[in-house]
């Protein structure tokens, strides 16, 4: 079975980064999972008043089924491909199966089943204020938004969003303080996970 980590925190904290220097140098051994795959889309609502910071937004049975897939090595593991700027899903694709799979997002862990379906439980901690500066810089650079859309949104939506991922802090295995930089601790953490795996008998 494949050691399965789960790792949350409020949006733009740092999870994205914390799994790309996690699983940097060993692509083999390490596949991440991201919540962002598994919004169900808005349809015919207008995205600009669509809450995408509610858990009704995620599809969770089939992110469960996918970390149960994970868990098991089972394959073929069919993960959607979700575009942002379509605000829907535009395909799928197959993850290939790994001893350790890094689940990312900053709100799925809300779930009592998916907070169990995971062998431990990373949250990056950082304060509100930087991780929207954060999540500010990305919308603009990476998914074609502006200021006011960024904003608006935040105060409508991710804000509340936050404050519930917030309480997922004291459910959570490990926390790892991100307001500056944990390239040390990711090191460290990745020296864990391979302790982890001889003791799985993985490496």
Not at 28 to 36: A, H, K, M, P, S
Not at 151 to 174: C, E, N, P, W
């Amino acid at each position: 079975m494949a050691l399965v980590i789960g790792i949350t925190g409020v949006s733009g904290s740092g999870k994205s980064r914390l799994c790309a220097l996690l699983a940097e140098g060993h692509e083999n051994t390490i596949t991440t999972l991201c919540q962002d795959s598994f919004y169900n889309g808005c349809g015919s609502i207008d995205p600009d008043v669509y809450n995408f910071d509610d858990l009704s937004s995620l599809d969770l049975e089939s992110l469960a089924l996918a970390i149960h897939n994970c868990k098991n090595r089972q394959q073929p593991n069919e993960i959607p491909v979700y575009d942002h700027s379509q605000h829907k899903r535009v395909g799928y694709r197959n993850l290939e199966a790994t001893h350790v799979v890094l689940v990312e997002g900053h709100m799925m862990f809300q779930d009592a089943a998916i907070r169990d379906a995971v062998d431990y439980l990373l949250y990056v901690d950082t304060d509100l204020d930087i991780a929207v500066v954060r999540r500010l810089k990305r919308d603009i650079a990476e998914r074609g938004r502006d200021v006011n859309e960024v904003t608006s949104r935040y105060m409508r939506h991710v804000r509340q969003a936050a404050l519930k991922t917030l309480d997922i802090r004291g459910k959570a295995d490990f926390i790892i303080p991100n307001n500056k930089s944990f390239t040390n601790a990711a090191g460290l953490l990745r020296n864990h996970i391979d302790y982890l795996l001889k003791e799985k008998g993985a490496k």
